[in-house]
């Protein structure tokens, strides 16, 4: 019969273990618990039951659902080790009431390791042959002599064939027994994570093919203090079989491993005493540690270390990410979009304010053809034709080159008044080659639809960049190393988080960006489109009921997220949820000024008391919000518009010059720094400890994806393409005593940075330039780029 009250006790649990890690009251997380399993989603929950669970917040609620599946899982497993040692018959009072107590996986698969199915070891088949005796006689008595006692089992009808065999044997049955030992494992594994010592060492032959991880070839670091990004990259030389990876015990390698060695010996009540049977136990107690327990303990220690490491190069993605969903776009404005190219030429598309695709056409300013004055001709036209307002330039090979053209453009119709943009085209040609393009452009080549896709994102980065899939994007740490599963739930929890947080016009939105809708999959979106297409823009928010296969609790979770503007209803373009609509009701009987009144009056709506109009439904803090939307209803939470300027003449590495003062872009956020796009195709790395005047723990606390920054020049080295930058603009550049432009090459390149597929990053799909930056001659910066070189 199921059990209904150990359900009910293991839901409190739960409940009350994530209300302790996320700082929280048990009765708010079960709440939560309570609403995920009813289907709701994470900004829903966020934004509209805020009386529900007591105000828990969008980041507290998403490391709720992660820590509920982690702990339901553990319990599932718990379960299931319950079951299989009942079913041997060896689960006794005491080893339930361990398993019961166990917190980890770790910890679980400790204490059911002696019990778990496995195939015949030597130490069964030693049983088998009736040796356990022999270990415990002189595990119990070391005062025997081992050979002497050996003697009495030596049996060739079971295998043993003599003293020798028969030691092997009981020898194999105490490995294992101490092996096993689930306290012990414990005990080792904490000591080895807190002391041990990650050390690799370059395969034998493979310097030069592994050229790129030559800092790490002898390589040692603890472990419970190696950066996520270094991690990962000796476990990517490791997948390369470029370096040998082991842990040691401690700095000093042979006390470590005496250290564990003694602790096996200590719980396993062995000690040099003189006796006869002492030397061999200990050498038990030795192979034990150095055949059985380190390899195990490495194993389970690296994994735990990667899943870490994992877990905070995933973090770094979705918040990189989530500042490029959430840049300031440059709103409905015509926008001609260039995807710069060379022997292909330049991809030209224009789109109009509503992003409708009017124009294309590919010119070949560059070489091989030179068409320099006929592209500039063909960019004058499509601009005067079409009422162009701006010309977004896609920031990959010959972006400069490009960037320039327009530039002539727009001085030759100074009465247009076109503003050029360079904008990030990562993940471009990932869109263009997508079956999602496909539909949307049927009949246009693949290359122009790279030049569409750089146009949208600059009117709006969100609903373009939704189209791709997050991983495409390239703004990660190493993103090809870590587990694909978890870093694409990660990321589409941040996207749908970031289009929640800024609400989806319905009746223009793509279904690519519709499906990203809380509450709305990707049937529902393509169904709300084709209702659009069939019966004209939606006029109000339950008119969305008539859409198939979207009934009442799909439409309670996706409503208050879905923007219709100039519709039947008013409240419809806020992100006040129609169930809540009542109380707007509420405060317009109180006030007697009519909704539309009511809209946008801040200064009426901040005089207003949330208190009075409360009840058993909405409590004060939805009812703060909803007055706080109705002041500025459907407002857009992201930044205003601008972009950087690049400097005039600085358009490759060879221009630049150590004290140059630039204005660039923020690509790319890392644990060591941040890396900047100066308009010379190559990134610059402004170290962690450039970031600002005062310490930066992490890099975020300052800057972000996106942001628009003003950076001095440090360093440049033309031949190994490293630029240093930074932020503090009193820093002096390093002394000129050696010319980066004439160092010698052959330094290590440390490949594309975090947007590349170098050993410091994931890879993006779409063209990103390389990152680095060079050592500095002084020596204040010298440490923190060596560090960085490493990264």
């Not at 030693?126 to 049996?155: I, K, N, T």
């Not at 330039?393 to 943009?421: F, H, Y």
Request: with cysteine.
């Amino acid at each position: 019969m199921h059990d209904v009250k150990s359900d009910s006790r293991l839901a409190q649990q739960i409940a009350q273990t994530i209300a302790d890690e996320i700082g929280a009251q048990t009765a708010q997380a079960r709440a939560a618990i309570a609403l995920l399993d009813e289907g709701a989603s994470v900004p829903f929950i966020a934004r509209y039951r805020k009386e529900v669970t007591g105000g828990l917040d969008d980041t507290q609620l998403r490391n709720l659902e992660v820590r509920l599946t982690y702990l339901r899982e553990l319990e599932e497993r718990r379960a299931a080790v319950l079951s299989s040692i009942e079913e041997q018959g060896k689960l006794s009072d005491e080893l339930r009431a361990e398993i019961v107590a166990a917190d980890t996986k770790s910890r679980l698969e400790d204490l059911y390791l002696p019990y778990k199915p496995k195939r015949r070891t030597r130490a069964q088949i030693a049983r088998e042959a009736g040796l356990e005796p022999l270990a415990d006689g002189l595990l119990g008595d070391p005062s025997q002599v081992p050979e002497a006692f050996a003697a009495g089992f030596v049996d060739a009808e079971k295998g043993v064939a003599d003293t020798k065999a028969a030691l092997e044997g009981a020898r194999a049955i105490l490995m294992e027994r101490w092996g096993e030992d689930a306290k012990l494992v414990g005990e080792l594994r904490q000591w080895l994570g807190e002391h041990g010592v990650i050390r690799a060492r370059v395969a034998e032959g493979k310097e030069e093919a592994g050229a790129k991880y030559r800092d790490y070839f002898e390589h040692a670091e603890s472990l419970a203090k190696i950066p996520s990004h270094r991690l990962l990259a000796l476990f990517r030389a490791r997948r390369e079989e470029i370096l040998f990876l082991d842990l040691d015990p401690g700095n000093e390698a042979e006390p470590g491993h005496q250290y564990c060695e003694g602790r096996v010996a200590l719980a396993a009540g062995v000690a040099d005493k003189g006796r006869a049977a002492d030397a061999w136990l200990l050498t038990a107690c030795r192979l034990t540690w150095r055949a059985k327990l380190h390899m195990h303990l490495l194993l389970d220690l690296f994994n735990q270390a990667r899943e870490k490491a994992e877990a905070e190069a995933i973090a770094v993605f979705g918040d990189n990410l989530k500042d490029l969903l959430l840049a300031a776009p440059a709103g409905p404005k015509t926008v001609l979009g260039l995807d710069p190219g060379i022997r292909t030429g330049c991809k030209v598309a224009v789109v109009d304010a509503t992003g409708k695709l009017v124009a294309t056409d590919t010119i070949y300013p560059h070489e091989p053809k030179r068409q320099w004055d006929q592209s500039l001709a063909v960019l004058r036209k499509l601009c005067m034709q079409h009422n162009v307002e701006l010309i977004a330039i896609g920031n990959g090979t010959a972006s400069r080159e490009t960037d320039k053209l327009a530039g002539e453009a727009i001085k030759a119709m100074p009465e247009a008044k076109v503003q050029k943009i360079v904008v990030s085209e990562a993940g471009a040609s990932v869109y263009s080659a997508s079956e999602f393009a496909a539909r949307e452009f049927p009949n246009l080549d693949v290359s122009l639809r790279g030049a569409v896709s750089i146009a949208r994102r600059l009117q709006d980065p969100l609903a373009e960049l939704v189209k791709i899939e997050p991983k495409a994007i390239g703004v990660g740490q190493y993103q090809h190393d870590v587990d694909q599963f978890r870093l694409a739930r990660a990321l589409d929890a941040k996207v749908e988080d970031c289009v929640n947080a800024v609400g989806v016009y319905v009746n223009t939105a793509s279904a690519a960006l519709l499906s990203r809708v809380s509450g709305l999959s990707s049937t529902v979106a393509e169904n709300i489109v084709r209702h659009r297409d069939d019966n004209g823009p939606f006029k109000r928010r339950k008119d969305l009921l008539k859409v198939a296969r979207l009934g009442d609790k799909t439409f309670e979770q996706c409503a208050g997220f879905l923007r219709i503007a100039d519709g039947d209803e008013p409240l419809d373009v806020s992100a006040v949820h129609p169930e809540a609509y009542p109380v707007v009701e509420r405060i317009v009987e109180a006030t007697g000024k009519p909704i539309k009144a009511l809209l946008g009056d801040g200064s009426f709506l901040r005089g207003l008391r949330a208190e009075q109009y409360t009840d058993e439904q909405f409590g004060v803090p939805t009812v703060r919000d909803i007055l706080k939307e109705l002041e500025k209803p459907g407002r857009d939470p992201r930044p205003e518009f601008k972009a950087a300027r690049f400097a005039e003449g600085v358009e490759e590495i060879k221009d630049l010059r150590p004290g140059m003062v630039l204005e660039g872009v923020v690509s790319n956020v890392a644990a060591f720094g941040a890396f900047v796009d100066i308009g010379v195709h190559q990134d610059g790395l402004i170290h962690i400890s450039a970031l600002s005047d005062t310490y930066v723990k992490d890099p975020r606390d300052v800057v972000k994806a996106g942001d628009i920054v003003k950076v001095k020049v440090l360093e440049v080295d033309v031949a190994r393409k490293r630029i240093a930058l930074t932020r503090r603009l009193e820093d002096a550049p390093a002394p000129a005593a050696r010319d980066m432009r004439t160092a010698q090459p052959g330094g290590r390149d440390v490949g594309r940075g975090p947007g590349g597929r170098g050993p410091n990053g994931g890879g993006g799909q779409g063209k990103p330039r390389q990152v680095s930056a060079p050592p500095p001659a002084n020596s204040a910066l010298a440490d923190a780029f060596a560090r960085a070189r490493k990264n």
